[in-house]
């Protein structure tokens, strides 16, 4: 059965599963090991860096084309597809020392730019995310005091 609405398509999967939540776990659970099954075959089984087979974990290559903030194994068939190129495999250790260099990176990027190139960055993050500053000014305290 075909859904051109995606909300009543969602809410029809959880009445089932909520009725059948045995079914849920294993779709789940066949459906993370079929992308670890596609990673594997696309980036092979051991650490892209030191060759390591154990503690693997899977890496954004470019992380500035991550489509969305899940797992790389929650994903859909079509979505890891789509991205399989940007993936690689690396083991815990190696995967922590090169999440934390280009954060190291980018903080260094960040604070060598000019002021005014700061500032538009932050100014853009805050229009993207939504992001609003909720700490008061001093003047806008005393005003709300006099409500």
């Known amino acids: 059965m075909s859904y051109k609405n995606l ?3 969602k809410q029809t999967a959880r009445e089932y599963y909520s009725k059948k939540p045995h079914l849920a ?3 789940q659970e066949k ?3 079929r992308n670890r099954d596609l990673i594997h075959e696309h980036c092979g089984c ?10 693997l974990e899977y890496d954004h290559i470019n992380p500035a084309l991550k489509k969305s903030r899940l797992s790389f194994l929650s994903i859909g068939k079509q979505d890891l597809i789509n991205q399989i190129n940007n993936i690689q495999v690396l083991c815990r250790t190696c995967h922590t020392k090169r999440s ?4 190291k990176a980018a903080y ?3 604070y060598n730019m000019p002021l005014d190139e700061q500032e538009n960055w932050i100014s853009r993050f805050i229009s993207h995310t ?3 500053d909720r700490t008061l000014s001093f003047e806008e305290d005393e005003d709300m005091e006099s409500l």
């Not at 051991?46 to 503690?55: A, D, I, V, Y």
């Not at 934390?100 to 954060?103: D, E, F, M, P």
């Open 100 to 103: 934390q260099a280009q954060r």
């Open 31 to 33: 459906k993370r090991q």
């Open 46 to 55: 051991e650490c892209r860096t030191c060759g390591s087979t154990q503690n």
């Open 25 to 27: 776990k294993n779709n």
């Open 7 to 9: 909300e009543l398509r």
């Open 108 to 110: 260094h990027l960040f």
């Open 130 to 132: 939504g992001f609003v």
